[in-house]
Structures are given as structure tokens and as C-alpha cells.
């Protein structure tokens, strides 16, 4: 028998702020400057926070990588994976698809199973801003 | 103690499949040439269908429409009733607000007291777009 | 003699549902989760679904190949063979055509030698997004 | 004697983050559910949190109304007072001008004198969003 609805969720206002919390601790860490967004399972922001010496293009970047990561259900540093051995995609993924960041710093936030957001971090190189939006998710394992 | 994840529902496919079947019905009842939209609670697309006599214009509309309800939680002809009686969100909502669209067409699906998604009816006058977005809405009842 | 008009088609609507069956029947097949458009010759949107686990992005990326091959004529797998052998069209195609898709999963749909509407596939990768529109257009054959 | 420069000051990040958290505070008082986003002196998002019962549409309402507030230095209730009176404003504005909101809820950050950033805050009534934002802004009064 089939359902009127398919049950779902998104991560909380008050875990997304923990995560930013710990994101923020990390980029110290790294003397990194980044944006961090955390976003629901639509791609809508719940939470984010902009250190005093990130520069404002990380802003947009850090909303788009998150963005990135809950709509497709993949991380921006797979996406390059992918184009890397994907010539069409290559050519025409980047650009065709509103929003599509293909460099790291945006990963899904995954509960048991499901994509419930993603958190999205930029300011520094992307191999850093994927350790910091890591260094976030680890908080989640023994939640 | 606060939770990881709030837990939510989207309109499930088969279901907005059916709400359409049952709002193309009410429209030939009604001999109006209507779009019909089903998004989810984010106001992504689950379902849609034109129908043959539809203007192209009614496409957009009942997408709109649709958002409108879904992620503003209010159908579209009590927007309208909103605006009515205060001065500055008649001035400035129907404008300012991406995609909002104020006259009728566009109402919430309900399910459990949320919000699941929403349907938008656009292509013949919104009296009778909202007739048809509510009997589609109906076969929800008793589901 | 010239004519006042130039006589043209466009897909029903009812054979737009068939096509969308079709192509969800094949996605189960491949366990694949997508959205799947059909749209008009002019490529607006005639009918749509989303199955329950595509994610949101699949729905821009389906209206948007729909959209391609419907008003550009070309399935959008094949540009990708074109941008290859053309160095000023892979340099501006894709950024400079609004809503150009380079990778498969649009196709036009051809009645009597003419393009009378275009699928649009998203949500896995795109040779089978490709798969399903071809086993939805595979319905019109002995239509 | 002309200077080489203008010297100016944003919001800092931990105090966009401690007027947050009073928003959110006076939001639960008032039984709002809302988005509360903080922007420096340029419109560029330093802060952010999202209620979880909070819709959608509240994400991009309440970016705009900061950006509306930081950008013309004029909170978005003030504005809807300067359409009332000026015809061609009126008539152009809230169309003309990108982003612009003329409904309360957005409002300048004061410091010195001098706007130093802005508060969005939307999901209620824009008299609520508006007092919600105001609780915010009170506590920079002793800082």
C-alpha cells in the first residue's frame, strides 16, 4: 500500500549551531579565515557564521557549496572526482548546474542513512575548508 | 535534551500523482484549461501536468503558485486577505519576496498538522484555480 | 504560394504521462532514482515526477535538459559531441546559452519527422538518465 | 588635508553571535518562529539562525531585509514611511531597487554613530520580526 508521505528530516537550528561551533574551533586550529554554512535537506539555510577576516566572497561560496552537497547528496570534492573521469560532465556540469561547486568544502550531513543537510565552508584553500567542515560532522558520531 | 534532527514528511510521488488526477477531473467539470503543480516542503516538484488547451504562461504560475504555499506555509488567496489590511506588505511583499504570488491558486498540503508540500493551479480565473487545487486537495481526507 | 500559418504539433498530454510511466518503470528496473520532464516544442513543461529518493537537485537539471532538447533541437548528449569538434562552441556554448545542457538525459521527441516536444531525465548518471528517456520515447514507435 | 583612506567597522562575529542568540530568545517569548540573519556595513551575511519551525520563505526575506538595512543605511519599517509620501518612490523602488524590502524586520547596526552592519529578521509578522530585531540591537547598548 503506498503512503501519502515519504517521512524525512533536517538537522536541528541548535546542532547546526554545534557544528559551527567546532568548525570555527578547527579553522583557528589551521589559522584559517573561512564562512561555514549548515543548510536542511532542501538546500535552506539553518545556520552560519562569517569570522571577522574571511572576505566576503567566501559568504556566497560557502552558502553554494552547501547548497552543492544537500541538493545532489554529494560533496563538492567528489563532484571533481566525478568530472575528472566524466568528459560531458566535465564540459558542462560546473556551468549548467545552478550552483554546482566542484571543489571541497561542501558534504552532506548524514543521519541515520539519509541526507538531513550539509555544511558548506570557505576562506581557505578547499583541501583546508574540507578538514574544518570534517572536523564539524565529527560531532555528530556520538551524538 | 536536544535532538540531532527534526523530523518531517514530503508529499509522497504516487500521492501527488493522484492529487492531479483528481484536480484534471475537477478541471474538465469546471471546462477550465488549467497547469497543475505538486511540490514538496522545500518547493521542489513532485508532479505536474498541463493540459493540452493550457497557456504557456500557466506553467511558470502554478509553479509559483505552488512555492509560494510550500515555503510560506500560507495559500496564496490569503495572501491576498494579508495584504489587504496592512499598507506596507501590500507595497512591498508581492515585489520584494522571490517568486511570491498573491491571488489564488496555491494552497499547503497537510499531513499530521505540517506542512508536506503544496499544490498550485494556474490557466483559468484563481476562484476557480483554487476549486480545483482544493478538490484535488479532498482525496487527502480520507487517505 | 506562402501560407498564412506554419502548421506544427506539440506532445499530449496523455502521451507526455505514458512517456513519464514508461521512464519510471525503466528507472526501477536500472534502481535508479530521478525526475523525469516532458516538455512542448517550445519547452514549456507539459507533465513531470519525481521519484521519492531523487534529490532536489534532479528537478532543475530534468526541466533544464527538457528544455535543451526541445529548443534547440539536439539531444543534449549529442552537443557534448559537437562542443568536442568545435573549439569556439565549447569555449561559449555552455556558459553562454542560457539553460544549455551538454550532458546526456534530454532528447527531442519527433512525431512525423519534427520535433514536437523534448524528455528530460536527472538524478543518476546520465547514460542511464539517457536510458530511461529512450525507453520512454520507445512507447511513440507503435503509438 | 585629504586621507588616503576611510576608516569604517563592521559587526564582529562574536557579537552578531550574542545578538542572535537574543533574538532567538525574545522570538521564543513572542512564539515566533523565525530566520535572523546579521550582515556587516556591505550586506555581507556574518551571522545566521534559522528557528526550527521557521518556513522556508524566512531564509531569503530576512537576508534581504539586512541587506536592505546595511546597504541604504535606512531600517525596512522607515522605508515603507518614505514610500508613503513620495509618488515616484513609491511607484519605483520597491521594483526598481534590488533586493529592496519595505516591510519591518530589517534594521541598521549602529556603532559610533556610523552603520556598522544590519539585522534581518522574518517568519512572523513583520511588527514581531521587527521587535525581535530591536531586542537584539538592545543588547549593544551597554556593551
Known amino acids: ?5 515519504v517521512r524525512k528530516a533536517q538537522i536541528s537550528r541548535e546542532y547546526a549551531a ?3 561551533e567546532r568548525a570555527l574551533e578547527r579553522a583557528k586550529e589551521l589559522e584559517k579565515n573561512v564562512s561555514i554554512a549548515v543548510v536542511d535537506d532542501g538546500g535552506y539555510l539553518v545556520a552560519f557564521a562569517r569570522m571577522d577576516a574571511a572576505n566576503p ?4 561560496i560557502a552558502l553554494d557549496k552547501a547548497f552543492t552537497a544537500a541538493t545532489t547528496r554529494i560533496a563538492t570534492h567528489k563532484w571533481f572526482e566525478i568530472l575528472e573521469n566524466d568528459a560531458p560532465l566535465r564540459a558542462g556540469a560546473a556551468i549548467g548546474v545552478e550552483r554546482l561547486i566542484v ?5 552532506p550531513i548524514l543521519h ?14 578547499w583541501t583546508g575548508d574540507t578538514d574544518i567542515g570534517s572536523a564539524a560532522l565529527g560531532i555528530l558520531e556520538n551524538a
Not at 112 to 125: F, L, N, R, T
Request: hydrophobic share 40%; charged share 15%; no cysteine.
Open 18 to 20: 554545534k557544528m559551527i
Open 103 to 107: 571543489f571541497g568544502g561542501g558534504q
Open 112 to 125: 541515520e542513512g539519509a541526507v538531513v543537510g550539509a555544511i558548506g565552508v570557505s576562506g581557505g584553500h
Open 57 to 60: 566572497s567566501s559568504v556566497k
Open 1 to 5: 500500500m503506498s503512503e501519502v508521505v
